[in-house]
């Protein structure tokens, strides 16, 4: 037993240096801020302000949306990775792996090329006579989302990897042997069998989406800002560090609620 807590010793004073110091830094900023004394008058204006209220409110409608799409696209992805033939489970390999090498920036702004007035996929529509103006892809939520989304999609492949591999084929197989078609045999005994991963690539993916910066800065165009850049802003263009820090802390609380309800509601479940 003391031969583990030495061991473990230095990774947990790692953690502290690394997280626990710095968060207790931004703690104690929120409610000094650039006045003497203690004051929670930050707070009271993260909360109270419409523009704090409407920039939360959008962080969480938009990474609960990229949250479902991520997963729903990740299990289709996974299921031909998993269980798909050699070729089609390399091929889909290489899909998932590849993303890892571009960095976030390259991929915001190729979907910047691919989504904008005069991108491609307007430019492709106006030329098949479908539109005749160009649709408003970008520089709104719903660039956005398409950006955060195919980003975190591979995020969430790893835990429905893992847990599709643990499926029984025995299992499967007995379904089938009752006379379950293939599609109720995936609904009703796959799908179950593979909640625990699904809520895992869920709560990776909301925790990730929560700190996004680059990708709503570039696809949002300062039009949906969200709780990262907010902070940003707050920090370095429209200095007050008061209220920056207050809404770090909000937010942390808001991430650290919202995780705790889940587990405790869909914990036993994903058993």
């Known amino acids: 037993m003391l031969a583990r807590a030495v061991l473990i010793l230095p990774l947990l004073l790692f953690l502290g ?41 959008r962080t969480l409608r938009v990474c609960a949306s990229v949250t479902v799409l991520s997963v729903a696209a990740a299990y289709v992805v996974t299921f031909l990775w998993v269980r798909g033939s050699a070729l089609t489970s390399l ?8 993303p890892f ?35 408003p892809l970008v ?37 089938e042997g009752m006379g379950a ?15 625990s991963g699904m809520m895992g690539a869920a709560l ?10 680059v990708t709503p800065a570039i696809l949002g165009g300062g039009r949906s800002v969200m709780a990262a850049e907010l902070i940003y802003l707050r920090l370095f263009q429209i200095p007050d560090w008061g209220l920056a820090t207050a809404v770090s802390v909000l937010l942390m609380a808001a991430i650290a609620g919202i995780l705790v309800t889940l587990m405790r509601r869909y914990g036993d479940l994903a058993k």
């Open 17 to 57: 240096a690394s997280y626990i110091l710095p968060f207790l830094g931004i703690v104690q900023l929120s409610v000094t801020g650039d006045e003497p004394g203690l004051t929670l008058s930050h707070y009271g204006t993260a909360v109270s302000d419409p523009l704090v209220q409407s920039v939360f409110w």
């Open 91 to 98: 091929l889909v390999e290489l899909c998932i792996m590849i």
């Open 101 to 135: 090498w571009i960095s976030v920036l390259s991929r915001a702004f190729g979907w910047l090329a691919m989504l904008s007035n005069r991108g491609m996929i307007n430019t492709w529509l106006k030329k098949a006579g479908l539109i005749d103006m160009s649709l």
């Open 139 to 175: 520089h709104n939520e719903f660039g956005v989302i398409v950006g955060m989304t195919h980003y975190l999609i591979p995020f969430a492949a790893f835990p429905l990897a893992a847990a599709m591999r643990n499926v029984d084929e025995r299992v499967l197989l007995a379904a």
């Open 181 to 195: 078609s293939r599609m109720r045999t995936f609904w009703q005994v796959f799908v179950p069998m593979t909640r």
């Open 204 to 213: 990776l993916v909301f925790v990730f989406s929560i700190g996004f910066y």
